[in-house]
């Protein structure tokens, strides 16, 4: 790949990364009564998981991408 091609990929893969990331944290925190009892530990590492694990998966390939661009 061109090095071009890497920039538009880490692109594409950290918006939907980050996207992921916080729809992990903000489903978390209602789980709690109030917002002082949120457990921001496990707030912040589901979101970071979440986001590793979306930078995983579109090492397979993504979307918004078009596959004739990246060849």
Do not use: H
């Not at 944290?25 to 009564?33: C, E, F, T, V, Y």
């Amino acid at each position: 790949m061109r090095n071009r091609d890497w920039k538009e990929w880490w692109r594409a893969a950290g918006v939907r990364a980050v996207k992921t990331m916080a729809q992990g944290a903000l489903a978390l925190i209602p789980a709690a009564a109030t917002i002082t009892e949120v457990d921001w530990t496990v707030v912040f590492g589901t979101a970071a998981l979440a986001g590793v694990v979306s930078l995983l998966t579109s090492i397979k390939g993504l979307p918004e991408l078009n596959e004739s661009e990246v060849k």
